[in-house]
């Protein structure tokens, strides 16, 4: 089964402050995740990278499949940027299985 | 983008009874579903993989008498908490992806409160 580890777990930061938040895999695979998930529970998938960078408003998302690292970045955050933000890596060797996610990234952004 | 909408979004129930929760896929079909479970301060765990027209899949751990899926259609899978028990408590979300792809799409999830 893969590993996700992310960090931090819990990051409070001033608005305006760029955000970078880690997550690391144990076993190659061919697509990350990133989740947002409001306090009352919604998932929004955010990004869904195989290779190098994706970039979505002040979103950005990179991933080194040899490294087996992603990043996401937030750019002039916002108190409304405060939430859970998730990795998910899909199964090893792809298939139908379920996705494995990190614990996740509290965000807190204070005005 | 996809869209998956679970309902209820919330739920009180006693002790005892079941509830019902919908995951549909509105504007595209599902061969597979998945279920997910959430306790506070947790990050999210797979419960069962949902087939259309066949057995669900069950992790380790997940009991399939207690917590029963159909998934009758393309559109619809359903969870069943039967007897339910204040340990049941929990965040309970689906996820769909489109036939042959890979990206996946979330419910809006439902709070499940025992009492």
């Known amino acids: 089964k893969n590993e996700v580890e992310q960090s931090p777990q819990n990051l409070t930061a001033q608005e305006g402050e760029f955000i970078t938040i880690n997550c690391s895999y144990s076993?190659?695979?061919?697509?990350l995740h990133w989740l947002q998930q409001h306090p009352g529970g919604g998932i929004v998938s955010l990004f869904m990278?195989?290779?190098g960078k994706k970039k979505h408003g002040r979103l950005i998302a990179t991933i080194n499949i040899q490294e087996k690292h992603s990043s996401l970045h937030i750019t002039a955050s916002h108190p409304r940027d405060s939430a859970v933000y998730i990795c998910?890596?899909?199964?090893?060797?792809?298939?139908?299985?379920?996705?494995?996610f990190g614990k996740g990234t509290h965000l807190i952004i204070q005005p | 983008g996809a869209v998956v909408s679970q309902h209820p979004s919330w739920v009180i129930c006693k002790s005892g009874t079941s509830v019902k929760i919908e995951c549909r896929s509105l504007?595209?079909?599902?061969?597979?579903m998945f279920w997910y479970r959430q306790f506070p301060k947790q990050s999210l765990m797979l419960m069962a993989t949902?087939?259309?027209?066949?057995?669900?899949?069950?992790e380790q751990g997940v009991e399939k008498d207690k917590f029963l899926i159909n998934h009758a259609s393309l559109t619809l899978s359903t969870l069943t908490v039967t007897s339910a028990h204040p340990e049941d408590s929990s965040f309970y979300i689906c996820?769909?992806?489109?036939?042959?792809?890979?990206?996946?799409?979330f419910g809006q999830g439902t709070r499940l409160t025992v009492v």
């Open positions: 998910a890596v899909p199964p090893i060797g792809g298939g139908a299985d379920g996705l494995t």
């Open positions: 990278l195989s290779s």
């Open positions: 504007d595209f079909q599902a061969t597979t």
């Open positions: 076993v190659g695979i061919s697509a």
């Open positions: 996820s769909a992806g489109r036939v042959g792809g890979s990206e996946a799409f």
């Open positions: 949902s087939n259309e027209g066949s057995k669900a899949t069950y």
